[in-house]
C-alpha cells in the first residue's frame, strides 16, 4: 500500500 | 486516507486559498507576514523535492503542486505586485529568518531517519514547518485592529495542525508499523504554537468582539 510509505503526508 | 488526515488537507487548502483570495481582492496584505510566506515557500520546496523521485498517488502530487504555487503567489504579490506590496508594512513584520532556519539545519543534520540528502531535507523541512508560524504570531501581537481574513488564515492553519495530529493517532492504532517520531513531535510542537491564538480567537467570538492580541 503505497498510502503506507512514511512520507505519504502532505 | 483517512477522514481527519483529508479534513485536514481540506482545511490547509481553505487557509491558503482565504489569504490568497484575501490579497487578490482586496489588493491588500496588511497584517500578513511575508516572512512566514517566505518560511512556508522554503519549508514546501525542501519537502516536495521528492515529486521528481516518487510517485505517491495524484492526489499527492497535485496538492503539492498546490502548495508550492500558492506559497510563492503569495511572496510575489507580497514581494512584486505594485499595488499589493505598498501596503506590506516591514517596519512591523521584523522576524529574522535566520534565527530559525540556522538552527533547524543543525537539528536536521543530528536528528533524522537517515543521513541522506532526501531524509536531512525531509527533517528540515518539519522542523522549520514547526516555527514558521511565529514571525506572524508576532506580527499579529503587534497589529492593534486584525481584520477577520488573517484571523481566519491563522484560525484554519491551526485546525489543520490539530487534525493531522488525530490522524497520527488513529494511523498509529489502525496501521502496522506507524511510528515517526520526528513527524508527531515536531508537529505537535506547531500545535501547541497555536494554543495560545486559539484562546483569544474563542474569547473575540465568544463575546463579539474583533480579535486583539494582548502585548
Redesign the interface.
Given at each position: 500500500d503505497?498510502?503506507?510509505?512514511?512520507?505519504?503526508?502532505? | 486516507?483517512n477522514i481527519f488526515?483529508l479534513a485536514g488537507?481540506m482545511t490547509?487548502l481553505a487557509s491558503v486559498l482565504v489569504l490568497l483570495l484575501k490579497i487578490h481582492t482586496i489588493k491588500s496584505c496588511a497584517g500578513v507576514s511575508l516572512k512566514t510566506q517566505e518560511l512556508y515557500a522554503i519549508v514546501f520546496t525542501t519537502r516536495y523535492l521528492?515529486i521528481f523521485t516518487?510517485f505517491?498517488?495524484l492526489y499527492?502530487t497535485f496538492?503539492?503542486l498546490i502548495?508550492l504555487g500558492s506559497s510563492y503567489s503569495i511572496v510575489w504579490y507580497i514581494r512584486r505586485h505594485k499595488i499589493v506590496r505598498r501596503s506590506y508594512d516591514k517596519n512591523q513584520d521584523t522576524f529574522r529568518h535566520v534565527f530559525l532556519i540556522l538552527p533547524c539545519i543543525v537539528l536536521a543534520l543530528l536528528i533524522n531517519?537517515k543521513l541522506t540528502f532526501k531524509e536531512v531535507l525531509?527533517a528540515f523541512s518539519l522542523y522549520l514547518e514547526a516555527v514558521a508560524i511565529l514571525p506572524q504570531l508576532v506580527l499579529l501581537q503587534r497589529t492593534k485592529n486584525i481584520d477577520n481574513l488573517t484571523g481566519q488564515y491563522v484560525f484554519l492553519l491551526g485546525v489543520y495542525r490539530a487534525l493531522?495530529i488525530v490522524?497520527w493517532i488513529y494511523r498509529y492504532f489502525t496501521?502496522t508499523h506507524?511510528v515517526?517520531w520526528i513527524?508527531w513531535i515536531s508537529g505537535l510542537v506547531q500545535t501547541l504554537l497555536y494554543a495560545d491564538f486559539f484562546y483569544y480567537y474563542f474569547q473575540s467570538w465568544k463575546t463579539n468582539q474583533k480579535l486583539q492580541l494582548p502585548a
Open positions: 503505497k498510502d503506507k510509505h512514511s512520507h505519504d503526508e502532505l | 486516507m488526515r488537507d490547509h521528492d516518487d505517491i498517488s499527492n496538492m503539492k502548495f531517519e525531509w493531522y490522524n496501521e506507524f515517526h513527524t
